[in-house]
T-cell receptor, first 113, second 114 residues
């Protein structure tokens, strides 16, 4: 089955630790995205990548970093510089359609203690 | 710049009643429009999309939406709500032509009560 996987589903970390969230897709999509979701705030774009080895900052990139070494993978690192990292993180991809529709993974809920 | 406004962060309906979730957008060029649904602790699932052609678009689970250019609206409707429709719904817009990011509305949480 084609789709997007995110792991783990739930993640707990101590304050001050970096943590990396995984996102893998087998849809052969060129573009991938990371969003942060907080209650009542909708989706906010963190980073996106249109092609391998290239990525751009979204609206709230501070305290986050990404890499895009393979087409299938777009991991997100939440660094200790992110002041309020507890949130639900969603990964998405697009590219199979000219209409830019995005397909989403199941999300990772990060809780920083 | 593109933007999306969803009127009403929370909507509550009775089972069997009409569902109407409102979405207005701004776009300087013809837009592509989308509705997504999110169930608790899950990712977003595409309900339907408008690209070109027929302005009334049918999606999954009995939902439909109508693109009204003159009103810059793309409201989502379902004739008869079911308990399983309780979820959060997001409207999104992207300009047509070339690569562009999706711009999401803030979301509307739909509650369905017996």
């Amino acid at each position: 089955d084609g789709g997007i996987t995110q792991s783990p589903k739930y993640l707990f970390r101590k304050e001050g630790q970096n943590v990396t969230l995984s996102c893998e897709q087998n849809l052969n999509h060129d573009a991938m995205y990371w969003y942060r979701q907080d209650p009542g705030q909708g989706l906010r774009l963190i980073y996106y990548s249109q092609i391998v080895n290239d990525f751009q900052k979204g609206d709230i990139a501070e305290g986050y970093s990404v890499s895009r070494e393979k087409k299938e993978s777009f991991p997100l690192t939440v660094t200790s510089a992110q002041k309020n990292p507890t949130a639900f993180y969603l990964c998405a991809s697009s590219g199979g359609s000219p209409y830019n529709e995005q397909f989403f993974g199941p999300g990772t809920r990060l809780t920083v203690l | 710049a593109q933007s999306v406004t969803q009127l009403g962060s929370h909507v509550s309906v009775s089972e069997g009643a009409l569902v109407l979730l409102r979405c207005n957008y701004s776009s300087s060029v013809p837009p592509y429009l989308f509705w997504y649904v999110q169930y608790p602790n899950q990712g977003l699932q595409l309900l339907l999309k408008y690209t070109t052609g027929a302005t009334l678009v049918k999606g999954i689970n009995g939902f439909e939406a109508e693109f009204k250019k003159s009103e810059t609206s793309f409201h989502l409707t379902k004739p008869s709500a079911h308990m399983s429709d309780a979820a959060e719904y997001f409207c999104a817009v992207t300009p047509s032509g070339g690569y562009n990011k999706l711009i999401f509305g803030a979301g509307t949480r739909l509650a369905v009560h017996p």
